[in-house]
């Protein structure tokens, strides 16, 4: 059975910093890209960073880019493997509900964790 399974969103102040990690299980590791995205509530989901698998390359979306890193801890096994993203300098904007992603032969998503940063 394939599962995303995020956790650490909660509540921060503005400047503040949070690590979500998306637990990943059921699917080849190395064959899919791991990516972070968000939804703010009435805006569309959209990207906020990824990491591929295979050669560690990573994406950020320029909103985030130097506030959010985003790594990985593969599991020797492949039973349980791991995405972070460490988020740092948050604002209020990036209030939203983080979805956890892997993309490869086919596409799954975790059923989202919420972070609300005040102003």
């Known amino acids: 059975e394939v599962q995303l399974v995020e956790s650490g969103g909660g509540l921060v102040q503005a400047g503040g910093s949070l690590r979500l990690s998306c637990a990943a299980s059921g699917f080849t590791f190395d064959d899919y890209a791991i990516g972070w995205f968000r939804q703010a509530p009435g805006k569309e989901r959209e990207g906020v960073s990824c990491?591929?698998?295979?050669?560690?390359?990573?994406?950020?979306?320029?909103g985030v880019k130097g506030r959010f890193t985003i790594s990985r801890d593969s599991a020797k096994n492949n039973v349980r493997n791991t995405v972070y993203l460490q988020m740092t300098s948050l604002k209020p904007e990036d209030t939203a509900v983080y979805y956890c992603?892997?993309?490869?032969?086919?596409?799954?998503w975790g059923q989202g964790t919420q972070v609300t940063v005040s102003s």
């Open positions: 992603n892997a993309d490869g032969s086919r596409d799954y």
């Open positions: 990491i591929r698998s295979s050669d560690g390359s990573t994406y950020y979306a320029d």
